[in-house]
């Protein structure tokens, strides 16, 4: 055991994680506890106990050790500018290097200096991954001494062990991008000097990995003679819908721009890495098809998809989450939500508030973006002066805006300014507490119940709200695919081979569950129209769920403008309307003067595409080197 101990020492000196990853004696064996080294591994129940770590390194993002959630790094959020311990306020000034270093990251251990031995420490991606290739690589070594098993348990651990290397290899390609691939277990006695791959060598070795998971794994777990064991209980076990659905996305980063012009090629997408990701994701939507193990919510039960309340410990995601982050911690529940709402609703709390530029991408129900939104345009119907009229059904699901009801109790509060959304100029919830309250004219409600106060059930309604963020959905997959078709073979009106769905119907399916139109004619006479009405529909679609920040990466976006502008709306209450009919029906509320004003412009390089790498671990070897810019 001390050998295998050095092992994963010598994992955590490549830069493979010293600094968020404690080498414990976690290996190292109690007194009294000799076990044979076969054990662990000679069985199905043993070896799929042995797998358990491996699913208890999946990452967390909102489940963050340190209470607040902060995991959204594109133009979608703006923290309380005071407070510096957010890894979002960090990135806003191109500090980088503060995934290591700032209280509340999802890429180390963070809050409290907790360990790997902490089962609720789920925010530390970058050193859980490291230590999950090493685990899984120590099972594939001992991979041979599963003998006492049927041909179906040794099919479905090795699956998921190739499953779990190609996931945590992908996990961290997407934020520093090429590394070694460790896919063997080092040897105690190697010197360490195992070269950076490109971008795209990597994605080759995680593709080989995705794939063979995808060969071994079952699509229903329930359906085999070993999930029957445990029937019910498979919703998180890895199958081949999974894998499919990562290898198609890991084929489409590898194909995307920034992917693509780092490993040698030029700025634009790489068509045969798209036509493999539309490929693997047309499978994955016709296995999803033919089994029925994953749907598209009901828009009824949309909200069911990303929180439930008063549930017990339901997870949301009804059967259209197809990958979870890790659900073992809810602890950070009380300020996540907290977070969410101005002080004169929650006293307590960071707050971080939706920017009123990416609320601008939840355009009109006839499917029609907003040009300007301080421009009337006949020809979405978007009026100014009627700024929440006929929007989106989405804004309405995920937004609270200007004369929404947000307590229910009104006799407990102080008037219509806090029972009701006051987020006009100069309205109590944006001046109450001015370090504090909602800086960008509008309320979140994706992830929080829209009656989170301290006034309604005594204040402890986050005591009943359950949070567990998909990390893939089947919209996603969806409009993905879209993507993969439409830059693979040059065409939006293109299929797959192995699904045939147009790339449009691919997007239309998505929009039209929110009862959204088509994308619009005038958007379909060029690649570039329908690519900006699908990059807005990735925003509306998977608004605030993390992949922002990756998106705009891959599309070489993050520092073109608008893309770096984060702002807040403004504007004043009309005095024709009348108080009860502005609360009645907020949609159709009369407001003059609506303007948009610059929070902060985000001063980002071309460095700012990648993370940094620690210093320490860049110096260890020359051929583990630091990312351009950050030397």
């Not at 859980?128 to 599963?146: E, H, P, Q």
């Not at 006009?424 to 106060?453: E, V």
């Amino acid at each position: 055991m001390k050998k295998l101990r050095l092992l994963y020492t010598i994992i955590c000196a490549a830069g493979i994680a010293l600094t968020s990853v404690s080498c414990t004696d976690y290996l190292d064996k109690a007194p009294g506890s000799d076990i044979d080294p076969v054990d662990p591994y000679k069985n199905y129940i043993n070896f799929q106990g042995f797998m358990e770590e491996a699913y208890n390194c999946i990452p967390g993002l909102a489940s963050t050790a340190g209470f607040h959630g902060c995991w959204n790094y594109g133009e979608d959020e703006y923290w309380q500018p005071s407070e510096t311990r957010m890894l979002t306020n960090a990135i806003d000034q191109g500090n980088y290097w503060a995934w290591n270093t700032v209280q509340y990251s999802p890429f180390h251990t963070g809050h409290g200096g907790t360990t790997k031995e902490d089962r609720n420490d789920k925010g530390c991606l970058w050193g859980n991954c490291w230590y999950g290739i090493y685990k899984v690589n120590l099972g594939l070594n001992n991979l041979n001494l599963l003998t006492d098993a049927t041909q179906e348990e040794k099919n479905i651990i090795a699956g998921q062990l190739y499953f779990f290397r190609a996931f945590f290899h992908f996990q961290i390609m997407q934020y520093w991008g090429g590394i070694p691939y460790i896919d063997f277990l080092i040897p105690s006695d190697a010197v360490f000097n195992y070269p950076r791959l490109s971008y795209q060598e990597c994605a080759d070795k995680v593709a080989a990995d995705f794939q063979k998971a995808a060969d071994l794994l079952p699509v229903d777990w329930d359906k085999t003679t070993v999930g029957k064991q445990t029937l019910g209980k498979n919703k998180f076990r890895t199958n081949k819908i999974m894998a499919l659905a990562f290898l198609g996305k890991n084929y489409l980063y590898a194909g995307s721009p920034l992917m693509n012009k780092v490993s040698g090629g030029d700025a634009n997408y790489n068509k045969e890495y798209c036509k493999k990701a539309a490929e693997a994701l047309g499978q994955a939507l016709k296995l999803c098809k033919e089994s029925g193990l994953y749907e598209l919510a009901d828009f009824d039960h949309y909200m069911d998809i990303f929180y439930t309340y008063a549930q017990g410990n339901k997870l949301p995601g009804m059967k259209e989450v197809i990958f979870y982050e890790n659900p073992s911690n809810t602890s950070w529940v009380w300020n996540q939500v907290a977070d969410y709402r101005p002080t004169c609703l929650i006293g307590s709390g960071i707050k971080v508030y939706p920017t009123a530029n990416y609320v601008d991408y939840f355009g009109m129900a006839n499917g029609k973006p907003i040009k300007d939104i301080t421009k009337k345009d006949a020809d979405s119907g978007y009026d100014p002066e009627y700024p929440f009229k006929n929007r989106d059904p989405r804004f309405y699901e995920l937004f609270i805006y200007d004369g929404v009801k947000c307590v229910k109790a009104g006799a407990k509060v102080d008037g219509p300014e806090v029972q009701y959304a006051s987020l006009y100029t100069g309205g109590k919830y944006r001046t109450a507490t001015s370090s504090k309250d909602c800086f960008t004219g509008y309320l979140l409600k994706k992830f929080c119940d829209p009656y989170r106060n301290d006034f309604d059930d005594n204040g402890i309604r986050h005591m009943a709200i359950r949070v567990n963020l998909g990390m893939i959905r089947l919209a996603d997959v969806y409009l993905m695919y879209a993507e993969s078709v439409a830059q693979g073979y040059g065409d939006f009106k293109a299929s797959s081979s192995a699904y045939k769905l147009p790339a449009v119907d691919a997007v239309n399916i998505v929009r039209n569950r929110a009862h959204v139109e088509n994308i619009a004619a005038e958007y379909l006479t060029s690649m570039d129209g329908f690519m900006s009405e699908l990059r807005r529909e990735r925003a509306v679609e998977l608004a605030f769920e993390g992949h922002r920040f990756n998106d705009l990466r891959r599309w070489l976006l993050i520092d073109k403008a608008p893309y770096t502008q984060k702002t807040a709306v403004y504007f004043d209450r009309a005095a024709d309307q009348k108080d009860d009919d502005r609360y009645d029906n907020p949609k159709n509320n009369h407001v003059l003067n609506l303007r948009e004003e610059t929070l902060i412009t985000r001063q980002f390089t071309e460095k700012h595409y990648w993370f940094p790498f620690l210093r320490d671990d860049v110096q260890m070897y020359p051929e583990f080197y630091q990312n351009p810019g950050w030397e």
